[in-house]
């Protein structure tokens, strides 16, 4: 019996464990208290925004940062089409509309090209969308000396879903602060974790305080439970916050190991004509996930022949996110496409990219990877 290998397993231990337990002694069990004050103090710092605002989840963040940015019913919201369904799931709660975009071939990021292509056909009718959402995509950052400038051209708010980037930069600035608004996930399969949780980033106050005032149900400042609006309960306990702040002082080593595993696996395909990396060439991205695409019509094999080959060794892999133009639940929603998106999802392999591999662990995911490379090909 061999253990299973996941693809990207929480990496907790001791000093997890001392946060926790001295969080949990200092009474302060609730969504509010000194660890989610010193966290977000924390992850804006290292994040090089103002603000944050600490919340239950990435998804509650993004619905918070549309709200208070005045996305609403009869807007359009440019979203990469290639990314998990909680950015396009945030926009549906708004009562928006999502538009889908097409990415970068390269790197699975918001295609510039195609989102100044739907601008300028909005803009034809005296219409513009509302705002867009980049997805830092498997943590390296999208494209942001094209997009920024067209969204300042076109008039866009840019809400940056950062999700799955913590600790990623982009010509020198930290993933996190690109937009008006950006937001963090810590779930438990991205970099780092509280178990569950998200982050609110942002330079400016008002929309800060606005997004902490809705996501503890828009209670005013009275005694006796006053509310104006209706509001939300996204709020993160302080419990998790003391372990999103263990986690914080490790960020930096969990992804030096991630990388090490990258480079590895640069390495096992560097021979093999017909596997490239997706955007793996980006020394500042934090290599939550590495992917391969694979060319079946130069490899003789697929990317799922080769998920079925570690399935078998008891090792994980996740095919890339199916686009959310082809799934049910967004079926007929506008879209600008090229094509790239479907084609990644058909082709691509996600592989175990987590900082909590243990050696012997590397080791036989390499092993397994170098055994399928060298079998006898099947054709
Ligand atoms: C994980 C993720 C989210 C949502 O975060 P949760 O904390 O799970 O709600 C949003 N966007 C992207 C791209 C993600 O990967």
Not at 172 to 197: C, E, W, Y
Not at 315 to 342: W, Y
Request: aromatic share 8%.
């Amino acid at each position: 019996m061999t253990d299973q290998i996941s693809l990207s397993p929480p990496d907790v231990g001791a000093l997890e464990e001392t946060y926790l337990v001295e969080a949990l002694r200092s009474g302060w069990v609730a969504p509010t208290g000194p660890a989610v004050t010193a966290f977000e103090r924390e992850i804006a710092e290292r994040c090089g925004r103002a603000h944050a605002v600490a919340t239950s989840s990435g998804t509650a963040a993004l619905h918070l940062a549309l709200m208070t940015l005045g996305v609403g019913p009869g807007d359009l919201v440019a979203v990469p089409t290639l990314t998990f369904a909680a950015t396009a799931n945030a926009v549906s709660y708004t009562g928006a509309e999502a538009v889908f975009v097409d990415v970068d071939p390269n790197t699975g990021n918001l295609d510039p090209e195609l989102f100044a292509n739907l601008c300028t056909e909005l803009s034809r009718t005296g219409r513009r969308p509302a705002a867009v959402l980049p997805v830092d995509l498997y943590g390296r950052c999208a494209d942001y000396d094209e997009l920024l400038p067209l969204c300042d051209r076109y008039g866009v708010q840019v809400i940056e879903d950062a999700a799955e980037a913590l600790g990623s930069t982009y010509r020198g600035r930290p993933a996190g602060s690109f937009g008006r608004a950006a937001v963090l996930s810590f779930n438990g399969n991205k970099i780092m974790t509280t178990s569950g949780g998200g982050m609110l980033l942002s330079d400016d106050q008002d929309l800060a305080d606005r997004c902490r005032y809705l996501s503890t149900q828009a209670r005013q400042p009275v005694a006796h439970y006053e509310h104006l609006d209706v509001g939300y309960n996204y709020r993160l306990s302080n419990l998790l916050a003391a372990l999103g702040r263990a986690q914080l002082h490790r960020l930096d080593d969990m992804i030096a190991r991630r990388r090490i595993l990258r480079d590895g696996y640069a390495k096992l395909f560097a021979a093999t004509d017909g596997v490239r990396l997706l955007g793996a060439d980006d020394p500042d991205a934090n290599c939550w996930l590495t992917s391969i695409v694979v060319d079946p019509y130069r490899t003789g094999w697929t990317a799922a022949d080769l998920a079925a080959h570690l399935t078998a060794a008891d090792i994980e892999t996740r095919p890339l996110f199916k686009p959310m133009h082809l799934q049910p639940v967004f079926s007929g929603a506008h879209t600008v496409l090229s094509g790239v998106a479907q084609r990644l999802f058909e082709h691509g392999l996600s592989l175990p990219s987590g900082s909590a591999i243990r050696d012997v662990q590397v080791h036989r995911i390499f092993d397994a990877v170098a055994g399928f490379l060298a079998r006898p090909a099947s054709r």
